[in-house]
């Protein structure tokens, strides 16, 4: 072997010694990345608590509600409105080679023949059925509304990282709402906040329940939060106290041939009033849809008064940012209230990145962009949002000392943000406003 050729030799040895995978090297598999697992750069609070975590599905059933779907000349009939729930909660006696579970889910939009329903699966870190860990005064409740159109396992990054840190996490699936039953768009307007508000009692009931119900003396309603993401955010938003404008509920009205059903959820209606729900200590709205829509004014935005965070990029073309999302932001003069802006990012702040299955040739592009951010990888986004949802609802549900991750430079790239690994915290900004008077 000549020297030229030696030396290239040992220089391709060793450029496939630095950049063949690990797992080229071992006869085990290094193990695939689940939703919500932490990258190298994830931010401090971003890791899996102390708790394993457990799962399983109820079935609840919200009777009497308006069919607002089959109003007629402004008139609605009564339905028993179901509710498929799926909760998250702290577990014990899980054996450490559990696995991974598989959460059963489609892509698609009902109704929709350019985009069928097409059944796929994806993996997360928790146990069906396990047991759950018993608490003296019970786990905080966090109830999550997806998105229109989406489902209760939009947000699994979160819900079970939420978990395995000491919660119990409730996601809804919003009947007429979902990709497998979309329904036309009034049921969403009408329902939102009425579920969260039936579910945040339902799961109180069982939690003080004296039978064996699994949530029965676990869960502390009491202590409750509620996340929610685009029109999951609008009825959030409702549901903590911002009632919706006259102009929204005139809107409505045109949508449903007269019917005035939105008034209940108005600012001077007194079904509104009563139920306000002082469990309810704060809200996580993910690019909540309606400002720019008129869903709300400046004296409804008032109503709202419990801490809320929000999360949004600052090129939303759903909600809208300056004009949406931001004036929402700046019309709470009520709340103690924060703005996490991911710069250039879109409108999919919240999800779980794309499943694999969304790459497959000749699938409509929208279905990769239920998930999917243009600017962003949307792993990244998971748990920086792991790591300030942390922060915010450990203060707020369970007086933790976790100011110091929130009370930072608005702009992330003129320093590392505490948490952030050196030069990691870039492209966003996070504002914070005390309630008026303070």
């Known amino acids: 072997m000549t020297t030229r050729a030696a030396f290239r030799y040992f220089c391709f040895l060793f450029l496939f010694i630095s950049f063949t995978p690990i797992s080229s090297f071992s006869q085990t ?18 890791s899996r ?26 008139k609605a009939p009564l339905y028993d409105r179901p509710l498929t729930v799926e909760v998250w909660y702290p577990a014990k006696d899980i054996a450490e080679d559990a696995g991974l579970i598989t959460y059963d889910e489609v892509m698609g939009m009902a109704g929709n023949p350019n985009r069928p329903n097409i059944p796929f699966q994806f993996h997360g870190r928790a ?9 003296a005064e019970g786990f905080p409740l966090i109830v999550v509304s997806h998105g229109y159109v ?15 840190k000491g919660y119990v996490v409730v996601a809804i699936d919003h009947t007429e709402s979902t990709y497998r039953d979309a329904g036309p768009f009034p049921s969403t307007l009408l329902n939102r906040s009425k579920d969260i508000l039936f579910v945040v009692d339902e799961v109180a009931k069982l939690g003080t329940s004296k039978g064996d119900h699994f949530l029965s003396g676990v869960v502390n309603a009491d202590r409750t939060a509620v996340i929610g993401y685009s029109m999951g955010g609008y009825g959030a938003l409702n549901a903590a106290g911002a009632a919706y404008s006259a102009a929204a509920i005139n809107i409505f009205k045109g949508m449903t041939g007269g019917s005035n059903a939105l008034e209940s959820r108005g600012m001077n209606n007194e079904e509104f009033k009563k139920s306000y729900d002082s469990r309810i200590k704060a809200v996580v709205a993910f690019a909540p849809w309606g400002m720019v829509q008129g869903a709300w004014d400046t004296e409804t935005l008032k109503g709202l008064k419990v801490p809320t965070f929000f999360v949004a990029g600052s090129q939303d073309d759903v909600s809208g940012y300056e004009k949406g999302i931001k004036a929402i932001y700046k019309g709470a003069v009520n709340a103690d209230r924060y703005l996490l802006t991911y710069m250039n990012a879109r409108h999919n702040v919240a999800p779980n990145p794309p499943p694999a299955d969304v790459l497959k040739p000749g ?38 000392e976790y100011q110091k991750y929130l009370d930072i430079n608005a702009d992330s790239n003129k320093e590392t943000w505490p948490g952030f690994v ?17």
């Open 127 to 135: 146990t069906r059925a396990a047991t759950p860990v018993s608490a």
């Open 29 to 46: 598999e290094l193990p695939a990345f689940v939703n919500g697992d932490p990258l190298p750069d994830a931010p401090e609070l971003a």
């Open 49 to 74: 608590g102390e708790f394993q975590v457990g799962v399983r599905s109820l079935e609840f059933v919200h009777k009497g509600q308006l069919d607002i779907l089959n109003a007629k000349e402004g």
């Open 150 to 164: 989406g489902s209760r396992f939009l947000m699994t990054y979160l819900t079970e990282n939420l978990a395995s």
């Open 363 to 400: 699938l409509h592009i929208d279905e990769y962009y239920r998930y999917a951010e243009p600017s962003w990888d949307e792993r990244r986004i998971n748990n920086i949002n792991q790591h300030f949802l942390t922060a915010f609802l450990g203060i707020h549900l369970k007086g933790m």
């Open 422 to 438: 050196p030069r990691s915290s870039t492209g966003m900004e996070l504002l914070h406003e005390k309630p008026a008077g303070q």
